[in-house]
């Protein structure tokens, strides 16, 4: 009887050892097919990303040497307001391409975990002023209307990196899809608990399916501005994961024809 009662003992821990083997099995399965399809989506992604920006670099780089070009085999020939022309509009395509390579190497550190906010006291008025001032020339070159209000010496606790990076994609985005004669705004409200940015454009805006992919982290689409401006569509993707490593909320309207607006809610204390 107790030979009997072993056997069965043995028999089901045999049948619990084999079981738990083929869960264990089952779940490394499970796994190693979800990360080769993470891996596919990633490589997709990479080669897609690639594409994009090869694409949005190269060609500014032909309209810098082509304007370069002219002004040295023209100089003697060419007037002051021509020259002054070629340069600006060199300022506007390197100002465009600057912006492109800021974005990719905050795109990558983010995926990669490397940002984490550090938080501190930041003067906002001073660091919006900052990105204000980024962008005066290309609402000139587009004739723009480029207007900020905001409290004098506003301090809020919060990593200042983070925050010049939502504002100068805001900003660069807002211009970008603003046609020429239009209007863009930025403003900061301080309340008891928080702290609101809006940034408003009059521009062509976006419809809902347009908003969806471009928000999200791993959708990349090529996209072209009023005056032809080139772009990735990384900016507002940005701007969304910042806004919420920030522990803010952010809110988006927007209609085609009409233009788009920003709302976000900092918490006054991060």
Known sequence: MANKEQETTYLYLIIIVVAGLFVFVFYAYRQKRKLNHELREINQFKDKLFR???????????????????????????????KLNFINNIKHVTLNNYQLLENLLEWSQS??????????????????????????????????????????????????NLIYSILRNLLGNALKFTNKEGKVSLKWIEKSDSIHLEVEDNGIGMNPLTLEKILGNRNINRTKGTDGEGGSGIGLSLVYEFVHKLNGEIAISSSEETGTKFSIVFPKIG
């Open 52 to 82: 994009v920006i090869a694409h949005d670099l190269k060609n500014p780089f032909f309209v810098v040497l082509g304007y370069s070009e002219m002004l040295l085999d023209d100089f003697d020939t060419l007037t002051d307001d021509e």
């Open 111 to 160: 995926n990669l975990k490397i940002i984490q906010p550090k938080y501190e006291t930041v003067n906002i008025s001073a660091i919006t002023q900052k990105a204000i001032d980024l962008f005066k020339h290309s609402a000139k070159m587009k004739t723009i209307e480029l207007t900020m209000d905001m409290p004098k010496d506003l301090m809020m606790n919060t990593d200042q």
